[in-house]
């Protein structure tokens, strides 16, 4: 079937531009995850969805970060006044329920 | 909170050696571990999985297993080949919390 499914794939903004993300999950899956990964760095947790309690937002890194989940599918990722510190590849993961979590292959943002 | 830490990169190797990536974790309860490998250019896929103490997990000539005793869960193969290059993720999963955690990162380089 099909995978974790994001887009665009690159995307290239302006600083100050707002940016959306987009993660199609793996259908029935209740958990969503976002992560950041900076150039050769580890992957920093952003946000993370199950079903349908309150998101944990702990890993956001300001406030012009935020994410929702509509209807326990589709999560979109905004980021508002992209900064260049923004710039990395922005990964969702789905998972069902306390299993392994499968990855999209990434959104790569460039803010310049 | 939950974290994992794993050995510093990168590792170079010649081909046919023996690999160790070390993997440490501290969760409360008893967390699922997992390896992710992320080969260049491409996402984050799962390697190998335990979900209790002294479980082994293999895949591709990769074993790791889970020891509860050391809080530990290293990665070995036996003869690594060039095309095993890539960035290995130790990660768990907080049934508790239900919450999935990654180490740093260690990128291995295999030279021919």
């Known amino acids: 079937g099909a995978g974790v499914s994001q887009s665009p794939s690159n995307k290239v903004t302006e600083k100050g531009k707002d940016v959306e993300l987009r993660c199609d999950p793996i259908?029935?899956?209740?958990?969503l995850y976002w992560y950041r990964q900076s150039l050769g760095q580890g992957l920093e947790f952003l946000i993370y969805?199950?079903?349908?309690?309150?998101?944990?937002k702990s890993g956001l890194p300001s406030d012009r970060f935020s994410a929702e989940r509509t209807g326990g599918s589709v999560s979109t990722l905004t980021i508002q006044r992209t900064q260049q510190e923004d710039s990395a590849v922005y990964l969702c993961a789905s998972s069902p329920r306390t299993t392994e979590a499968f990855f999209g292959q990434g959104t790569r943002l460039t803010v310049v | 909170g939950d974290s994992v830490t794993q050995m510093e990169g990168p590792v170079t190797l010649s081909e046919e050696a023996f690999l160790t990536i070390n993997c440490t974790y501290t969760?409360?309860?008893?967390?699922?571990l997992f390896w992710y490998v992320q080969y260049p250019g491409e996402g984050l896929q799962l390697l190998l999985k335990?979900?209790?103490?002294?479980d082994k997990g293999s895949n591709k000539g990769f074993e790791a297993t889970y020891r509860k005793e050391t809080t530990s869960f290293h990665l070995e193969k036996g003869s690594v080949q060039v095309s095993d290059s890539a960035v290995y993720f130790c990660?768990?999963?907080?049934?508790?919390?239900?919450?999935?955690?990654f180490g740093g990162g260690t990128r291995l380089m295999v030279k021919p």
């Open positions: 335990a979900t209790k103490a002294d």
């Open positions: 969760a409360t309860g008893y967390p699922s």
């Open positions: 259908s029935g899956h209740t958990a």
């Open positions: 990660a768990l999963h907080n049934n508790a919390g239900n919450m999935l955690t």
């Open positions: 969805f199950q079903g349908n309690s309150a998101p944990d």
